[in-house]
């Protein structure tokens, strides 16, 4: 049975759950209009995932997500630190910085005994990772709760691995998805393919439900996918827009300006590759920087910049995930959105 016969969904539709975006209004939208509403996890604590697991179930008695990250910390490194300030310095010069130590930004939190306990108690309908699966006995203690797992493949051997160690069902993230890429087994791009070609391979690959994710945002693209054999299409870019969206001014204005200015995928962020919107940060330092330092300390050098240009109503350095397709995003009431894809 698939995915959404299994959770009594009206449409074969999951909201991504865009961390930093999206939160307990866009998923109560989604649930309250039938398909599968996300809460995005690795930025928040246990107090605040409970908090909005509360608020959601408010407003809605429908199943929803919670999603993971599963990265691996990074060891301090205190050199690539003092080299990636270096590369910065003509920027902090230009913004009138001065090139201290800066506070690290918002935590991102990887998948651990914490969060399973949380997830035993809160008990989700499903329960979906980024990078990968946490550990086999981390993921058992998900899977005893009876939550459905899911988690992204940007590649088939990808997506072989998570059907080998427990996932029950892939999420084929196509390279024109916008944010963090998923990819857990090798860090090149070079093997990363479009959505449709990545949903085919995947399908032949495995013998899981495979939802489509990347570049869908309109009633084509959604038919395409599932006529294709996708059991339900991922939408993230495409909702930006909506006012039932947490996002901010300045990012609706960089997804507005998009479409003059084209996507990269990048690792300067954060220090693993995303899909955003062309600024002036990867012009000057290009999308893919060795200097970069490793996912998630990226961010501490670039948030005074990130602080001056935002004050200025400027984007320049400000992480604004889009998908290739930002032109598929509309301001209309996520209702209507869904209704034209599905309706």
């Known amino acids: 049975m698939s995915i959404a016969g299994r959770l009594g969904l009206r449409y074969p539709l999951i909201q991504a759950p865009m961390a930093g975006v ?5 998923a109560a939208a989604i649930c309250q ?14 107090e605040q995932i409970t908090t909005q697991v509360r608020d959601l179930r408010a407003a809605s008695d429908a199943p929803f997500n919670l999603n993971f990250f599963c990265h691996s910390a990074p060891a301090s490194d205190d050199t690539a630190q003092q080299r990636w300030r270096e590369a910065l310095a003509p920027l902090y010069e230009q913004w ?5 130590d800066t506070p690290a930004g918002p935590a991102r939190r990887s998948f651990g005994a914490e969060q399973a306990e949380l997830v035993a108690h809160l008990k ?11 550990a086999s006995e981390l993921l058992e203690a998900v899977k005893a709760t009876g939550a459905l797992v899911l988690s992204s493949a940007n590649t088939v051997d990808e997506a072989r691995w998570l059907e080998a160690h427990g996932a029950d069902g892939i999420i084929a993230q ?39 994710a990347g570049g869908i945002g309109d009633r ?20 930006m827009l909506c006012p039932e969206c947490n996002t901010s001014e300045l990012h609706r204005q960089a997804l507005r300006e998009a479409p003059g200015r084209g996507t990269v995928v990048t690792n300067l962020y954060s220090g693993r ?36 240009a935002e004050a200025a109503g400027q984007f320049d350095f400000t992480p604004v995930w889009s998908g290739t397709r930002p032109e598929t995003c509309r301001a209309v009431p996520v209702a209507e959105l869904v209704d034209d894809l599905f309706g």
Request: with cysteine; glycine share 10%.
């Open 124 to 134: 989700p309908a499903v329960v979906s990772f980024h990078f990968g699966l946490p």
């Open 174 to 212: 196509g390279i024109e998805a916008g944010g963090h890429r998923a990819m857990f087994l090798r860090d090149t791009l070079n093997d990363q393919p479009p959505t449709m070609e990545l949903l085919a391979g995947i399908l032949d690959a495995v013998n899981l439900p495979v939802i489509a």
């Open 273 to 308: 590759p995303a899909r955003s919107i062309n600024t002036a940060l990867t012009d000057h330092l290009g999308p893919m920087n060795a200097l970069a330092p490793p996912f998630p300390t990226a961010a501490q050098a670039l948030a005074p910049l990130r602080a001056a």
């Open 33 to 46: 209009l039938g398909g599968l509403g996300s809460l995005p996890c690795a930025l928040l604590n246990s």
């Open 220 to 239: 084509e693209s959604v038919s395409a996918a599932l006529d294709a054999g996708a059991d339900a299409v991922q939408l993230g870019t495409a909702l």
């Open 96 to 100: 009138g910085i001065e090139d201290t």
């Open 22 to 26: 999206s939160d307990v209004r866009l």
